[in-house]
């Protein structure tokens, strides 16, 4: 069982950069994988960033080298660190939960975060 609270959107210019937080309460946080996901407007759902348990990483070209993905499992909170955002980063973000991992593909779990708005102005 887990639960999730997102926090950390907000409006920036472009160039600026946001830290998104994914508070969880359940005991498989530290031990599944988690990602985050994002979605525009009139847009599918596209995956951003997972991490695995053991502190694995993986980006979506879009934001590789931009973006970082990182969980403190004391904390029980995971965290996606964007730097250098840009107009086309605007979406809303969602944290995803109990997530598994097959050969670097992620499959999302059954637990998401009620989403942030992240816009970037032009």
């Known amino acids: 069982q887990v639960r999730l609270v997102e926090s950390g959107g907000g409006l920036v210019q472009p160039g600026e950069s946001l830290r998104l937080s994914c508070a969880a309460s359940?005991?498989?946080?530290?031990?599944?994988?988690m990602g985050w996901y994002r979605q525009a407007p009139g847009k599918e759902r596209e995956l951003v960033a997972f991490?695995?348990?053991?502190?694995?990483?993986n980006y979506a070209d879009s934001v590789k080298g931009r973006f970082t993905i990182s969980r403190d499992n004391a904390k029980n909170t995971g965290y996606l660190q964007m730097n250098s955002l840009k107009p086309e980063d605007t979406a809303v973000y969602y944290c995803?939960?109990?997530?598994?991992?097959?050969?670097?593909?992620?499959?999302?779990?059954?637990?998401w975060g009620q989403g942030t708005q992240v816009t970037v102005s032009s």
């Open positions: 995803n939960a109990d997530g598994a991992v097959v050969l670097m593909n992620y499959r999302a779990g059954d637990y």
């Open positions: 359940g005991r498989f946080f530290s031990i599944a994988a």
């Open positions: 991490i695995t348990s053991g502190g694995r990483t």
